[in-house]
C-alpha cells in the first residue's frame, strides 16, 4: 500500500488519545466508599459483563475512528485492485485525434479505450482530456471527474492533421493536479507522435500507452503537373505520387473525378515504396480530385486539387527586337498562348492590362516609369524579362537592383559558350541529361553577378541567366551580331518556358489542413461557412476564396502508420498497457473514510444501546 | 444485616430461643437508599474491599429495586421469627430514633 500524503499517517497516533482520555478519566474516578456492592453486583449481574464489553467496544470504535481518518486522509492507494476500487491519479489522457486514427474505426476504437481508461480510475481521480491535434485554437483544458471526462472524450472529432505529444503537453492546464500525475496516451502511437517527446515525461512522470491497433496503409502524398512551365494544347499530364506505408504489396485503382470527366488508372505498389502515376488529364479538366481505392485510411486516399494552366499571356515587348518577337509568333500559323504588343519605351502604357514585360536591350528608363514598373512588378502573376547590351553599363542598376549587379562589357575573343544550365530548375528540366544550348555561341555580353538564382553560366563562369523572384536577366541581347541563339531550336523554348513559369508560380499554392486562414480573407469552408481571418482550415476539400477555389488536403506524412518500437519505447520509458490488465490499483481513500463514518456510528449505537 | 442473611438470622432466633425479647434496628445509610449519585464513580465495598466502576444513572432503579426487596425480606423474616425490625435513617440522630420507637412501643402495651 502507498499512500498520497502519508504525513497524515502521523496523525493516527492520535488513535492512542481516546484510550488516554479512558484511562485518564479512569484514574481521576471519585472513590466512593460503599457498604456492599452487592446490590449493584446483584442487579447488574447479567448487564455487567455487556456493560463492560459494550465499554471496551466504545472505546474501539473511537480508536478506530481516528486511525481510519488518518489513513483516509493519507490517500492510500493499493497495487491491486480491491472490491473493483479503481487507481487514483491525476490524469493527462492524450487522445489521439490525428487523421490516421481514420483508419478503419479507429477514432471510435480509441474513445472505447479511453473509457475503459477512465473506468479503471476510482472517482476521486480526476482528468484532462487533451486531444493529441488542437481542434479549436485557444481551447482552454481543465481538471474534470470521471463523468465530465467521459463526455469530454466522446466530443473529440477526427483532427484531419498530425499532431505530437509534445505539442499536446504543452496544452496542459496551469491549474496545479491534486494527486499523483499519470500520461496516459492512447492512439495508434505513430512515430511521429513521439516527435520531441517531452524529457521530464520519460524520466519523471508515468506515461501509459493504450494501442489503438492499426495496418498498413497507402497514401497520395502528391499531385503535381508533370511539366508546369509548359503550355498545354489539348491536354496536360497530370503526376501523382504515392506511398505505400504497408507492409504488403498493393495494387488497386486510382481514379480522377473532375466535372463530368472521370479517368482511372491501375497501380501496383511494393512494401514502403512510392511510385508516380501519370494521368493523361484534357486541358478544361483543371480541378478536381483523386482517389484511391481499397485502402483503409480514408483521410489521405483523396487528394483536390486546382492547377492554373497556363493558356493565355498578355506580353509587352519594350524596344526594337524582332528576333524576340518572331520567337513568340508561330511561324506555322498555329495558335499560340501569347497575345504582343510591342512598344518603344514604358511610357504611358497601361501595364495592369499584361502579364510579362520583356525589355529587349535596357535603356534609360525615367523615375516615373521605374515606379510604374515596381508596382507592375508586385502583382501576383507578373514577370519581367530583360536582355542587357552594351549600354546598359553604368546606366540600368535602378530597376535590376536586388536581382543582380550589372559589371562590365565583356567581349570575349573569338565566342564563350554556355556550359551549365541547372536543370533542377523546371524551365532548363527538359534539358535533363543532354548537353542543352551546347551550340550556342555568345560573341558578347554584360558580366552580370548575383548571389543566387543563376540559371545558365558561360564557359568562363559569369552568368548568362539569371531569374530571381519575377525577374529574369539575359546577359546578352537577342541580337545576331550578340549570339547565335536567335537561330538555335533551344531558343524558343527556353524563352517560353521562362515566360510561362511567372505565369505559372501561383500552382505552388496549396494549402493544407492546419494552416492559417490568414492572410486570406472571408474564406469559405466546403459547407460554405465563412472562416475568420485567424482561423485555419479544418477540413481537406475545395474552399473558396474570392469566387476562387482553393484546395486543402492532408499532412502527407501523417499516413506513414509505422508506429513507435519497443526499444524506443523502453528509452522514452512509455509503456504500453492494456487498459483491463495492466492499470489495476486501488483507491483506498473512500473506503477508509466510509469505514471512519461508520466507526462513528456504531460508537453512538454503543452509546444508546444499554 | 449485610452478612450472610441466613446466619443473621439463625443468630437471632438463638436469642429468641432462650426467651429473650431481640429488636432489630436496621441502620440504613441514605445513600444506600436512594443511591443518588450523579457521576460515575469507583465504588469500594467496606466489607471486602472490592471495587467496581459504577454508572450510578444506569443503575439507579435496578439497585433501588433490589434494595427495597433486600429490606421487605429482612422484615418478613424477622416478623417471622418475632423479631421487632425497624429501620432507622442514619441522618435521624439515633437517640430520637430511639425514643421515637420507645413512644411507638409503650403505646401498643
Redesign the interface.
Known amino acids: 500500500m502507498t499512500f498520497l500524503h502519508p504525513w497524515f499517517l502521523l496523525g493516527s497516533v492520535l488513535a492512542a488519545v481516546p484510550v488516554l482520555i479512558h484511562l485518564w478519566f479512569?484514574k481521576r474516578?471519585?472513590?466512593?466508599?460503599?457498604?456492599?456492592?452487592?446490590?449493584?453486583?446483584?442487579?447488574?449481574a447479567r448487564r455487567f459483563g455487556w456493560?463492560k464489553l459494550r465499554e471496551w467496544l466504545i472505546l474501539l470504535t473511537r480508536c478506530l475512528f481516528v486511525l481510519f481518518l488518518f489513513v483516509g486522509l493519507a490517500r492510500p492507494h493499493l497495487k491491486s485492485t480491491l472490491f473493483g476500487i479503481g487507481r487514483l491519479a491525476s490524469v493527462y489522457l492524450i487522445a489521439d485525434n490525428s487523421y490516421s486514427m481514420a483508419y478503419g474505426d479507429n477514432l471510435g476504437r480509441m474513445k472505447e479505450l479511453g473509457r475503459q481508461v477512465i473506468a479503471r480510475y476510482s472517482t476521486n481521480s480526476e482528468f484532462c482530456i487533451i486531444p493529441l491535434c488542437e481542434e479549436r485554437v485557444g481551447t482552454e483544458y481543465y481538471w474534470m471527474r470521471s463523468e465530465s471526462a467521459l463526455h469530454a472524450l466522446d466530443r473529440i472529432g477526427l483532427a484531419y492533421t498530425g499532431g505530437s505529444i509534445r505539442e499536446a503537453v504543452d496544452r496542459l492546464p496551469e491549474m496545479e493536479p491534486r494527486h499523483t500525475v499519470e500520461y496516459v496516451y492512447v492512439g495508434d502511437g505513430q512515430v511521429d507522435n513521439f516527435r520531441d517527446f517531452p524529457v521530464p515525461l520519460s524520466t519523471e512522470g508515468l506515461f501509459f500507452w493504450v494501442q489503438v491497433a492499426t495496418g498498413g496503409n497507402i497514401g497520395i502524398s502528391r499531385v503535381r503537373l508533370k511539366d508546369p512551365v509548359a503550355v498545354p494544347q489539348q491536354s496536360y499530364t497530370m503526376q501523382v505520387m504515392l506511398n505505400s506505408y504497408s507492409p504488403r504489396a498493393w495494387s488497386g485503382k486510382i481514379g480522377v473525378t473532375s466535372g463530368d470527366c472521370y479517368l482511372e488508372n491501375d497501380c501496383e505498389l511494393q512494401s514502403g515504396a512510392e511510385a508516380i502515376v501519370d494521368f493523361e488529364m484534357p486541358v478544361e479538366c483543371a480541378a478536381g480530385k483523386f482517389e484511391i481505392f481499397d485502402d483503409s485510411l480514408l483521410a489521405d486516399n483523396v487528394y483536390y486539387f486546382m492547377k492554373q494552366l497556363p493558356q493565355s499571356m498578355k506580353i509587352l515587348l519594350v524596344g526594337d527586337s524582332p528576333y524576340l518577337l518572331r520567337a513568340l509568333q508561330s511561324e506555322s500559323g498555329a495558335e499560340v498562348p501569347f497575345e504582343i504588343k510591342i512598344a518603344d519605351r514604358i511610357g504611358n502604357v497601361d501595364l495592369r492590362r499584361y502579364d510579362v514585360m520583356i525589355l529587349a536591350g535596357l535603356s534609360e528608363i525615367s523615375d516615373g516609369e521605374r515606379l510604374r514598373l515596381s508596382a507592375f512588378l508586385s502583382r501576383p502573376g507578373t514577370g519581367l524579362v530583360v536582355t542587357l547590351d552594351d549600354s546598359v553599363v553604368g546606366t540600368a542598376g535602378g530597376i535590376l537592383e536586388g536581382v543582380c549587379r550589372i559589371e562590365e562589357n565583356v567581349v570575349p575573343k573569338g565566342y564563350v559558350v554556355v556550359n551549365w544550365v541547372d536543370t533542377d530548375h523546371r524551365v532548363f528540366k527538359i534539358f535533363e541529361n543532354q548537353r542543352a544550348m551546347r551550340d550556342v555561341l555568345f560573341y558578347r555580353y554584360v558580366r552580370i553577378s548575383a548571389p543566387d538564382g543563376v540559371l545558365a553560366r558561360f564557359s568562363t563562369g559569369d552568368p548568362c541567366i539569371i531569374l530571381r523572384g519575377n525577374t529574369a536577366v539575359i546577359a546578352c541581347r537577342m541580337v545576331p551580331s550578340s549570339t547565335n541563339f536567335v537561330y538555335k531550336s533551344s531558343f524558343v523554348p527556353v524563352l517560353l518556358r521562362l515566360l510561362v513559369n511567372f505565369v505559372a508560380g501561383s500552382q505552388l499554392t496549396e494549402f493544407r489542413v492546419g494552416e492559417n486562414v490568414a492572410p486570406l480573407e472571408r474564406v469559405r469552408t466546403p459547407a460554405g461557412d465563412v472562416l475568420a481571418s485567424d482561423d485555419f482550415f479544418k477540413i481537406p476539400g475545395f474552399y473558396s476564396h474570392n469566387g476562387e477555389s482553393l484546395c486543402v488536403n492532408v499532412e502527407p506524412g501523417e499516413g506513414d502508420l509505422r508506429i513507435l518500437g519497443q526499444e524506443r519505447a523502453a528509452i522514452l520509458n512509455v509503456q504500453k498497457v492494456d487498459p483491463e490488465k495492466d492499470l489495476a490499483g486501488s483507491d483506498l481513500t473512500t473506503l477508509f473514510l466510509i469505514m471512519a463514518l461508520l466507526s462513528v456510528f456504531f460508537e453512538l449505537g454503543f452509546i444508546l444501546l444499554? | 444485616m449485610l452478612d450472610d442473611p441466613d446466619n443473621v438470622l439463625k443468630a437471632l432466633r438463638s436469642f429468641r430461643y432462650r426467651k429473650h425479647e431481640v429488636i432489630v434496628f436496621h441502620i440504613v445509610d441514605r445513600d444506600e437508599r436512594d443511591f443518588p449519585f450523579e457521576e460515575s464513580a469507583v465504588f469500594s465495598d467496606l466489607e471486602s474491599g472490592s471495587e467496581m466502576v459504577v454508572t450510578p444513572g444506569l443503575m439507579r432503579s435496578r439497585y433501588k429495586k433490589r434494595f427495597s426487596e433486600f429490606l421487605d425480606s429482612c422484615h418478613r423474616n424477622l416478623l417471622e421469627s418475632h423479631i421487632d425490625h425497624t429501620v432507622l435513617d442514619t441522618a435521624t440522630p439515633y437517640d430520637r430514633a430511639l425514643f421515637a420507637y420507645l413512644q411507638k412501643r409503650a403505646r401498643l402495651i
Do not use: A, G, I, N
Open positions: 479512569r474516578l471519585k472513590k466512593v466508599p460503599f457498604s456492599t456492592l452487592r446490590f449493584l453486583k446483584s442487579t447488574e456493560l444499554r
